[in-house]
């Protein structure tokens, strides 16, 4: 699944969207680009990350209103880099998180938390 909102939507709308994705989603990963085609290395690395221990998650591009989105997840997580990954409504990281659970070997269970 990929959900991607053009770029024509308010912040209140962006804002409501995020809202509803990260408590609707088991896991989400807002990223620059797509699934098939990341924008960034961050971004490329936090779907390797997570496609190692789950098949199913949520990916929102959120280039299309980067500042707006910037601005919709930092209420969320207090960051405003992007990527960024929710577990279960909770705020978990960007891909040097994802990188350091899964050193741990801690990711598999913190994405089926």
Not at 6 to 33: C, P, R, T
Not at 86 to 111: N, Y
């Amino acid at each position: 699944m990929t959900f991607q909102p053009g770029s024509d939507l308010s912040e209140d709308e962006i804002q409501a969207h995020v809202d509803e994705l990260i408590e609707s989603n088991d896991v989400v990963l807002f990223m620059k680009g797509n699934r098939l085609m990341p924008q960034c290395g961050y971004s490329a690395r936090a779907i390797e990350l997570i496609g190692k221990h789950r098949e199913e998650f949520e990916t929102v591009d959120v280039l299309p209103a980067l500042d707006a989105y910037r601005a919709a997840l930092k209420e969320h997580s207090g960051w405003e880099t992007i990527p960024q990954t929710f577990v279960d409504g909770e705020f978990v990281g960007g891909s040097d998180i994802l990188a350091e659970l899964d050193e741990r070997d801690e990711l598999g269970e913190t994405l089926t938390a």
